[in-house]
Structures are given as structure tokens and as C-alpha cells.
């Protein structure tokens, strides 16, 4: 599998991590038990992070069909948010619901829920809590903003623990960094870690693949993706209501800070990156990127509305990206690839059905396709969750977390050339020095939150073109701080360069 280009920055890693993959291994005395082998052996979970996404994993998690598996501890730093998470997942859908809910179709035993009051955890080390209640070999869902995923991962290499973590799996350079440095200790222990972008364990967008590689659609030269959508999730926020804290709210609406989500693009941009990416079997070495806020009305949020980017790759395909969060225009949500022999989509709606086929020519017309998936496709937030416990009960090889921060650095980079309005490369982006919560590991329930608001409420948003070297300052950085390498001339009498 595609494994460029991780170069310097992991190279460089590799001889600091000696120590700290030995002091894990001295943490935990010896290799992961593997003591799941058996029919009878219960793999106990614990979720952190119990939104929509974490309530809608432990569903999956507690779905798989091939042993003992039982949901025993929750985390949150909201007590409303798992409370609902608790009700959601105890309750018993009626038979017309099961049928119509297909994630949760096979989940339908109350008695794998077992978490009483004293195994409910909130607040900042709820996650400490949650994973103090498993032993080395059982499984942590850490589906909270991806701003905490390092934090998380890091103490459950240390306790021993397999993971499933959602995407994306860092938001910035130095994040990224440490990633990787876990996912090296990870390996070495042999701990099993799924990471969420789930249309990888997609079987149509599987055979979409393999039939790719076997040169059905000829050399591929340009792939194309889009996710222009209405609003979504929390991406257009409104001002800090009172009666919260600054840093609760920020976590509340966290598709609206880059902090602490990578914002809409990161967060919703992706699974269409990646699954081109994957299509392709190579990661781009760079990115041109442009975008801007529309419609901001009283939004006070990071966020642009729309982004447009063109990644290349190596050999100098390109992926021209699309993202936009607005009504009233086209809608498109999905990926195609173009080869010199024909053309491919690689999903047609969204992530699932992905509806993968094959033309004979550039067009998607019905009479041009050679080839179709045209079986029921299973639910691929299911099948990730099968193939992560497979691995685990048979001890077989099973760590997704590097690709998944080579897929956050691509789509991190795409961000950081449209929020700065640079060509910005793999490297520079993965060793950009721009920390978003360099307090991430420390935070508590009075800590400031990483990001303030100027008086009117509104947080800072990057200036493409002024601020190029960072997404943003903080309003409270002097000037100095905020000059940039080439000073903004916002009169527009900036020297022209080459062309005009
Ligand atoms: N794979 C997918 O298709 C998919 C779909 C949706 C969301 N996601 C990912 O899942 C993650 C969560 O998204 P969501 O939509 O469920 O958001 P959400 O807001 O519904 O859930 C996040 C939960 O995490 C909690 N939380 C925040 N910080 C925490 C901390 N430090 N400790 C413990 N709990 C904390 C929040 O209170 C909230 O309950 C994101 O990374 C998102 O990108 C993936």
C-alpha cells in the first residue's frame, strides 16, 4: 500500500523514537496479551467521545458477530452528551426500526452494555477513567474532535489498549509528527488500530480498486472530487452564547475552529481526498488552493464557504477538489477518476452506497459502462469494525494510523495553501511549526481556550495572501508576531512580481 512520501521528518523521528518505544515497552512489562483467541474471551470497550459518531462506532462495535464484546465505560467532557449517547444505545428499536437502521441492525443485545454510573466518566481526563476500566488487549473508541487524538492515542499505547480512532487523525504539522511517532510505538507493540475513513474497507470501491490497478481505465491522469453541500454540522457558528465556557463552546461548535477539527475542510473534505488518493496509490506532493467566505451573516466561525484545490501528484496527475458549504447551489458529493483508456466513478452520493463503475469513455452515460457493482453493497462503518476485531481475535497485522495521518496531512495541506494562498507542499505541511492547541494535553474545565474572540465575538479567519506563512493569529499577538515573510500591501499596490 501506498507509503509516500514520508521522508525527512519520519527518518529523523525514527532515531528519537527508540526511547519512547522503549519506555512503553517497559511501561507495559511485554508484548499485548493476546488473550481474545477464544470463543469465550470478551473484548471490553470503552467510548470516548460520545457524539454522533461514537454512539453510532459502539454500535458497530457491539455488532460484530464473532465473539463476546460488551460496551463496560464512556467518557465526555459534556454530561448531557453522554447521557443521550447512553439512552440512544440502550434503547431497544422496535422491529421496523432495526430494519431501517442498518447500522445498528445487528447490535440488539442490552446486556452488552454494561456501564453503571460509576464507569460514566466527564470532564478533560474522563478518558484516563474510561481507559483505566479496560486491560491491555481491549478496545478504546476515541471519537472526540481529532485536536485530542494524539492525547488519547498516546495513553492508550501506554495502557496497552487496541484502537479505533475517527477520522481525522491530526489537524496540523506538529500534531502530524506526533502521530506518526505513536504509530511507530503502536506497531512495535503489535496493537491493532482502525482508523475511521471507513470507504476504504468499501468492497465495491475494493473491486473499483484491483480492477484500476489491473489497467481498466488505462494510466489514471485526472481525478476529480466534490462535497458541495448545505451547511454541515457545526461549521457556521454563531457567537458564544453565555451560560458556557469560551473552551466548551469552541469543543460544542468544533467544525467551526481549526484548532480543533481542521475545520469544514479537514473535517469533510477527506474521505473524497482519500479515496482518490487510494484509487491513484500514491499520496500528492503538493497543493494549490484557493476559497472564501461568502454568506457570513452573524457567523463568527474560521471556516470559508467554498474551496477549490488542485493536488499533484508526483508524476504530475492531478485531483482537483471541490468544497462548498452553501444552499441554493449545485450539489455534488462525489469522486471520479479519468484514465487514458477510460473513466471510473469511484462513488457516485455521498460515502455509502458508493455505486463504483467503469466507462468505456470519459462520459458517464449508460451505454459506455463496462463495469458496475451492482450487489448489494454491505455498510462500510460495519465492515471496518468486523476486519479491526478479525484482527484482533486472529492476532494478525492491523494498523491503520499511519495512512491515516498521511490522508490528514494531504487534506491539511489543501487547507493551509487556501487559507494562506500558497502552493504548499507534503513536507512543509508536515513539518509546519504552526501548533493549533499546544495546550491540548493540559486542558481542564477553567483552561482558556485555544483560540479568543475580539469584541464583537468573532474569532480570526486566514487571509490569503496577508498572513502567508500560518492559517491565522490570534487577535492578542502583537504586530511583530503577526508580520508575515511578505508583508501585506491591502492597497493593492503590492510590486507585481513576473506577470501582471
Ligand atoms: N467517518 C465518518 O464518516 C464520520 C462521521 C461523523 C463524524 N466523524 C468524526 O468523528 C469525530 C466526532 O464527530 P461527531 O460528529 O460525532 O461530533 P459530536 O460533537 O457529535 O461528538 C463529539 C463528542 O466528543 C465529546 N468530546 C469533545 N472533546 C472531548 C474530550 N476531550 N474528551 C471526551 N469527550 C470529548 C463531545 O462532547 C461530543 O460528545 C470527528 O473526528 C469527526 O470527523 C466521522
Known amino acids: ?31 499485548i496479551p493476546h488473550v481474545h483467541a477464544g470463543e469465550k474471551n470478551t473484548i471490553n470497550v470503552a467510548l470516548i467521545g460520545c457524539g454522533g459518531r461514537g454512539t453510532g462506532a459502539a454500535a458497530n462495535a457491539l455488532s460484530v458477530q464473532n465473539g463476546p464484546i460488551k460496551l463496560i465505560a464512556m467518557a465526555d467532557v459534556f454530561e448531557d452528551r453522554l447521557n443521550d449517547s447512553y439512552k440512544h444505545l440502550t434503547a431497544q428499536d422496535s422491529e421496523e426500526e432495526k430494519k431501517q437502521n442498518s447500522e445498528n441492525s445487528r447490535f440488539k443485545c442490552p446486556e452488552q452494555i454494561d456501564v453503571p454510573e460509576e464507569r460514566r466518566f466527564i470532564g478533560f481526563d474522563a478518558y484516563k477513567q474510561a481507559m483505566d476500566c479496560l486491560k491491555p488487549g481491549d478496545v478504546a473508541i476515541f471519537a472526540t474532535p481529532p485536536a485530542f487524538r494524539w492525547v488519547h492515542f498516546k495513553y492508550a499505547i501506554e495502557k496497552g489498549l487496541h484502537v479505533f480512532m475517527e477520522k481525522p487523525v491530526t489537524v496540523d504539522g506538529p500534531g502530524a ?50 462535497r458541495m453541500v448545505g451547511p454541515t454540522g457545526s461549521a457556521f457558528a454563531e457567537p458564544k452564547p453565555e451560560g458556557i465556557s469560551e473552551l466548551l463552546y469552541q469543543i460544542r461548535e468544533f467544525h467551526a475552529f481549526l484548532w480543533a477539527s481542521g475545520g469544514a475542510y479537514s473535517d469533510f473534505l477527506i474521505h473524497n481526498i482519500d479515496e482518490c488518493c487510494w484509487m ?10 484557493s476559497g472564501g467566505r461568502h454568506y ?31 444552499d441554493g447551489c449545485h450539489q455534488e458529493f462525489a469522486s471520479y477518476a479519468h ?54 481475535r486472529q492476532d494478525s497485522p492491523y494498523n491503520e494510523v499511519r495512512r491515516g495521518v498521511q490522508a490528514s496531512v494531504v487534506t491539511a495541506m489543501g487547507r493551509l495553501s487556501a487559507h494562506t ?32 474572540c475580539d469584541e464583537n465575538g468573532a474569532y480570526p479567519t486566514p487571509l490569503p495572501g496577508i498572513i502567508q506563512d500560518r492559517e491565522y493569529y490570534s487577535f492578542s499577538e502583537t504586530s511583530d508576531e503577526t508580520a508575515s515573510p511578505v508583508e501585506a500591501d491591502v492597497s493593492g499596490e503590492t510590486e507585481a512580481t513576473d506577470d501582471s
Open 1 to 31: 500500500m501506498i507509503d509516500q512520501p514520508l521522508n525527512a521528518t519520519s527518518r529523523r523521528g525514527f532515531l528519537k523514537q527508540t526511547s519512547s518505544i522503549a519506555a512503553a515497552s517497559t511501561l507495559l512489562g511485554s508484548t
Open 177 to 226: 509528527r506526533k502521530m506518526l511517532e505513536l504509530a511507530d510505538q503502536s506497531e512495535q507493540l503489535g496493537l491493532k488500530v482502525g482508523v475511521g475513513l471507513m470507504c476504504r474497507h468499501c468492497v465495491a470501491r475494493g473491486e473499483l480498486f484491483d480492477r484500476i490497478k489491473g489497467g481498466e481505465i488505462g494510466d489514471i491522469i485526472t481525478l476529480r472530487a466534490y
Open 280 to 289: 491513484k496509490d500514491a499520496w500528492p506532493v503538493n497543493a494549490i488552493a
Open 296 to 326: 457570513r451573516d452573524n457567523y463568527v466561525d474560521q471556516n470559508f464557504d467554498t474551496y477549490s484545490v488542485e493536488y499533484t501528484f508526483d508524476d504530475g496527475t492531478k485531483l482537483y477538489l471541490d468544497g462548498r458549504n452553501m
Open 339 to 392: 484514465g487514458s483508456r477510460g473513466s471510473a466513478i469511484i462513488s457516485a452520493a455521498a460515502h455509502t452506497p458508493a455505486k463504483s463503475r467503469i466507462f468505456k469513455g470519459q462520459n458517464f452515460v449508460d451505454d459506455e459502462i463496462a463495469w458496475q457493482f451492482d450487489c448489494d453493497e454491505p455498510n462500510p462503518y460495519q465492515l471496518e469494525w468486523d476486519h479491526l476485531i478479525e484482527a484482533i
Open 421 to 452: 494562498g500558497q502552493r504548499v507542499t507534503y513536507d512543509e505541511m508536515l513539518n509546519h511549526e504552526h501548533e493549533l492547541a499546544p495546550q491540548i494535553a493540559n486542558l481542564t474545565m477553567d483552561s482558556d481556550a485555544p483560540v479568543q
